[in-house]
Nanobody
Framework: VQLQASGGGLVQAGGSLRLSCAAS????????IGWFRQVPGKEREFVAA????????YLADSVKGRFTISRDNAKNTVDLQMNSLKPEDTAVYYC???????????????WGQGTLVTVSS
């Protein structure tokens, strides 16, 4: 499975960004696609996940009410819409695939290259 994350950039606090994760290759068996984020010196943390079918979504408490995750079956992409961004959302965002479990990084076996999101105050 190959994952390509895009959409990162610099935005002011309160602004919005939309990240996209394109999946290709052997996608058979994927159950979840998730987004994680990481800042230097900290653990990679769960942000959001969606089932491959798009039927169920999960969000970390820190982003509920601000972020949404969605699936475009025609394009084979998973998008993370981020609204009301805060400086503490600044991180490198990674998408990844899981065959079981959605909230722990150890559940995920394929990772994209990451895209940097910077939120200025």
């Amino acid at each position: 499975v190959q994952l390509q994350a895009s959409g990162g950039g610099l935005v002011q606090a309160g602004g919005s960004l939309r990240l996209s994760c394109a999946a290709s290759g052997r996608t058979f068996g994927i159950y979840y696609i998730g987004w994680f984020r990481q800042v230097p010196g900290k653990e990679r943390e769960f942000v959001a996940a969606i089932t491959w079918s798009g039927g169920s979504t999960y969000l970390a408490d820190s982003v509920k009410g601000r972020f949404t995750i969605s699936r475009d079956n025609a394009k084979n992409t998973v998008d993370l819409q981020m609204n009301s961004l805060k400086p503490e959302d600044t991180a490198v965002y990674y998408c990844a695939t899981s065959r079981g479990g959605y909230s722990s990084r150890v559940d995920y076996n394929y990772w994209g290259q990451g895209t940097l999101v910077t939120v200025s105050s």
